[in-house]
């Protein structure tokens, strides 16, 4: 707890570039190429700016491409990339950012909890993006230091529908701000924008990773990530199942630490989902095994199949875990 409290008071003294106003180019950009994107955009009932990029629009990879840089802030850079051609998933969603801590998870992390009531029903539904940083409540805020303040704000959510009317006054009153200066940018993940968009969290579940075994984050000075891109499945359990498999088995992160050799190694070791307990399986059988309870899964299992953690103080590296391409098989096919 002492490590986090020093992170926090760490950045606390740094000026941190806001995520909001970076993202905000990026997000004016995905408007402007909309047609070409097969995005729809829309202004809902209280003035807010909607894009729709799986539901009824049609969507792409390169829709989930530049979701994920809305996601991590416009701080990283996420690419579409060729591995090995003789590999059955040559195809790699990699991403890259200088500002790893606060891009991964100050923006990316979808961790805002959100509900509200739509039409009788309720709509839940977990938020990521700039806006969590402006009006989500998490302590994870807290132990960073860092909360932004911008004059409009983006949220991206994994979802089937578009936020409702209530939904969008939440978040509205949360960050302050006029439902016209939010934009809600949202895909199923068993679209293809929300495929990509999903495995291009690699780089963020090391940085979650490595918080929850308490390495210093502030220690983490790099970061670069890549995963195969899973293909997408209509069943919602199904395509959950490939975008996590995509990670948990064959995922590989590389992490520039500024601590030293020992505590680089420790990290190398304890890091990669290979050391989780419910390690083995696809992730959709794993989620049966727990009748959908999501909270009843290992957290440990949710990090990268294989990592490097290198000390910029010895220029040592250190390696932990190793890609499963047997159960990605079982998963993708």
Same mark, same amino acid.
């Given at each position: 707890m002492n490590d986090r409290k020093e992170s926090a008071a760490a950045r606390e003294a740094t000026a941190w570039p806001s995520v909001n106003a970076k993202a905000e180019p990026l997000v004016k950009a995905l408007i402007a190429d909309a047609d070409a994107l097969r995005v729809a955009v829309t202004e809902g009932t209280l003035g807010e700016c909607r894009i729709d990029c799986g539901v009824h629009a049609v969507g792409g990879l390169e829709a989930g491409r530049r979701i994920a840089e809305i996601c991590l802030g416009g701080l990283g850079r996420v690419a579409l990339e060729t591995t090995d051609a003789d590999s059955a998933w040559p195809f790699m969603v990699t991403v890259h950012t200088s500002q790893p801590v606060i891009a991964c998870l100050g923006s990316q992390y979808a961790g805002w909890s959100l509900s509200a009531e739509d039409r009788g029903k309720k709509y839940s539904v977990l938020g990521s993006g700039p806006a969590r940083a402006i009006? *989500? *409540?998490?302590?994870?805020?807290?132990?960073?230091?860092?909360?932004?303040? @911008?004059? *409009? @704000?983006?949220?991206?959510?994994?979802?089937? $529908?578009?936020?409702?009317? @209530?939904?969008?006054?939440?978040? @509205?009153?949360?960050? &302050?701000? &006029?439902?016209? $200066?939010?934009?809600?940018?949202?895909?199923?993940?068993? *679209?293809?924008?929300?495929?990509v968009q999903i495995a291009a969290r690699c780089l963020e579940v090391a940085l979650h990773k490595a918080h929850e075994l308490h390495f210093p984050l502030d220690h983490i000075i790099d970061g670069i990530a890549t995963a195969p891109l899973p293909p997408p499945a209509p069943d919602f359990i199904a395509a959950m199942g490939r975008t996590n498999d995509a990670i948990i088995y064959g995922g590989r992160a590389q992490l520039f630490v500024s601590s030293r050799a020992k505590e680089a190694k420790t990290l190398a070791e304890n890091l990669p989902s290979l050391k989780s307990k419910d390690y083995g399986k696809p992730f959709a059988d794993i989620f049966a095994a727990v009748k959908g309870d999501f909270y009843a899964i290992d957290r440990m299992l949710f990090s990268p199949a294989m990592v490097t953690v290198t000390s910029l103080k010895t220029g040592e590296s250190f390696e932990g875990g190793r890609i499963d391409t047997a159960v990605l098989s079982r998963s993708f096919a």
């Open positions: 009006g *989500s *409540s998490e302590k994870l805020f807290d132990e960073l230091g860092y909360h932004d303040m @911008a004059e *409009s @704000a983006v949220l991206v959510l994994e979802a089937d $529908r578009p936020p409702p009317p @209530a939904l969008v006054e939440q978040v @509205a009153k949360a960050c &302050k701000l &006029k439902p016209n $200066r939010l934009t809600f940018v949202y895909a199923p993940t068993s *679209s293809l924008a929300g495929t």
